[in-house]
T-cell receptor
Framework: DAGVTQSPTHLIKTRGQQVTLRCSPI?????VSWYQQVLGQGPQFIFQ???????GRGNFPDRFSARQFPNYSSELNVNALLLGDSALYLC?????????????FGPGTRLTVT | RKEVEQDPGPFNVPEGATVAFNCTYS??????FFWYRQDCRKEPKLLMS???SGNEDGRFTAQLNRASQYISLLIRDSKLSDSATYLC????????????FGRGTSLIVHP
């Protein structure tokens, strides 16, 4: 079975630009969460979506937005990129949105903002 | 105080050693707990869930102490391949879902 997939794997953007990252969950999983991870830190929670609805939001500015599609795949959008947005962006899927089930992570998208 | 705290280490141990990590959390509404392993420049991979009664998976044992608000991970008979960063995650829900990861504890197992 395919695991969580993310695209693209690497991305280089300029300050002020916008970026869209994509994620496909494990088949049968209905929840997708997004995380930002900078070097030396644990993943920081950005959003969780379950059944196409936002179920949780971390402490990130409104420049960050996301959505989930009927096939449970998801996109994360970041507007007006800042140098500090450079990080590994991880997507994780789980069976439901309760947090009781394990999350499985994709390989991540490494974003560099110059 | 951070919501989830881990000693970043590194813990430097010889092969065959037993090593234990703790992870403390501040929110008593926390409901589910997990340990993940992350290799350098890779995604976190689930190691094990943590149950109230404690649970074991081969050389790995996880414990939860709700009274003192910490979880622990014990690794017995360390292997070179156990070298990685170990992340704890604490989930609280009840309304909205908020998972919080610790910053991770680095383990280096040497020959």
């Amino acid at each position: 079975d395919a695991g969580v997939t993310q695209s693209p794997t690497h991305l280089i953007k300029t300050r002020g630009q916008q970026v869209t990252l994509r994620c496909s969950p494990i088949s049968g999983h209905k929840s997708v969460s997004w995380y930002q991870q900078v070097l030396g830190q644990g993943p920081q929670f950005i959003f969780q979506y379950y059944e196409k609805e936002e179920r949780g939001r971390g402490n990130f500015p409104d420049r960050f937005s996301a959505r989930q599609f009927p096939n449970y795949s998801s996109e994360l959008n970041v507007n007006a990129l800042l140098l500090g947005d450079s990080a590994l962006y991880l997507c994780a899927s789980s069976l439901d949105g309760t947090g009781s089930y394990e999350q499985y992570f994709g390989p991540g998208t490494r974003l560099t903002v110059t | 105080r951070k919501e989830v705290e881990q000693d970043p280490g590194p813990f430097n141990v010889p092969e065959g050693a037993t090593v234990a990590f703790n992870c403390t959390y501040s929110n008593s509404a926390s409901q589910s707990f997990f340990w993940y392993r992350q290799d350098c420049r890779k995604e976190p991979k689930l190691l094990m869930s943590v149950y109230s009664s404690g649970n074991e998976d081969g050389r790995f044992t996880a414990q939860l102490n709700r009274a003192s608000q910490y979880i622990s991970l014990l690794i017995r008979d360390s292997k070179l391949s156990d070298s990685a960063t170990y992340l704890c995650v604490v989930n609280r829900s009840g309304g909205s879902y908020i998972p919080t990861f610790g910053r991770g504890t680095s383990l280096i197992v040497h020959p």
